[in-house]
């Protein structure tokens, strides 16, 4: 049987994503992080690569994080940086940034970092302590502050209010392009948001237009978001 030849119209695309939790150390053997299992960007990840994009992938580590699977045909066009924390993240980014044509933003940096971990293992007492926090980089945010040129692609997953909250973060954080979606039970396969393997949303533009994507796999989400930015 003769094969459709490879829809290849990201070829002319770097793209720069981040993906899964950042963490947080509280002393040499606790940390603080979040749900993320970085399958939507490993979803983006590999769409783009299989429509002929190279992908620089800053990936946040822990446990249960899963990767791309670079397909067939991509060799040579994905490089992996392995971060923890967000302040790690945003200097490997940042690091990146120059070479790339757009960034797409699917990780789920920790909004605060533990002010002060300690070194040694802290010992367990019987009064109750305090950990001060303090807000940590922005991402996305110092990307967009050094961009020159390149398009910028979030993901906002909200309890509440989606819609709304995603149309704030678009115009907030100047992007042209922003994925929404709602947060549901944990885990719950058939429903969207955190370490589940579907999703659905509001795809949300610069210019004003929406575009409601019905729930199916992350990898379906992820070749409809690329259909309508490509
Ligand atoms: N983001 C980032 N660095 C951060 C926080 C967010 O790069 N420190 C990026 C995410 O990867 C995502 C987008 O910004 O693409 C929106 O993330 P979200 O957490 O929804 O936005 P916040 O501004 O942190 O708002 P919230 O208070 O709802 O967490
Ligand atoms: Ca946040």
């Not at 019987?126 to 980089?137: E, F, G």
């Not at 922005?138 to 020159?148: I, P």
Request: proline residues 4%; without cysteine; aromatic residues 4%.
């Amino acid at each position: 049987a003769v094969r459709a030849s490879p829809l290849l119209d990201l070829a002319e695309q770097r793209v720069l994503i981040t993906a899964g939790p950042t963490t947080t150390a509280i002393d040499a053997v606790r940390y603080i992080t979040n749900h993320s299992t970085g399958r939507m960007g490993a979803a983006m990840a590999e769409e783009a690569l299989r429509r002929g994009a190279a992908v620089d992938y800053v990936l946040g580590i822990d446990k249960g994080v899963v990767h791309p699977l670079p397909p067939r045909g991509s060799e040579g066009r994905f490089t992996l940086v392995e971060v923890r924390t967000a302040e790690e993240m945003a200097a490997a980014a940042l690091q990146r940034l120059p070479g790339a044509t757009g960034v797409v933003a699917t990780a789920a940096v920790m909004d605060y970092s533990v002010a002060a971990p300690s070194a040694g293992k802290l010992k367990r007492a019987s009064d109750a302590i305090a950990l001060d926090l303090v807000p940590s980089t922005d991402v996305l945010g110092s990307l967009r502050q050094a961009a020159t040129g390149q398009w910028f692609l979030g993901f906002a997953a909200e309890t509440d209010n989606v819609e709304e909250h995603g149309l704030g973060k678009l115009k907030a954080k100047g992007l042209d392009f922003l994925f929404a979606n709602a947060v549901s039970k944990l885990g719950a396969e058939g429903q969207t948001g955190f370490a589940v393997g579907t999703n659905a949303g509001v795809l949300l533009t610069s210019g004003g237009a929406r575009h409601e994507l019905a729930l199916g796999p992350k990898t379906e989400i992820a070749r409809q978001i690329w259909d309508l930015i490509a």
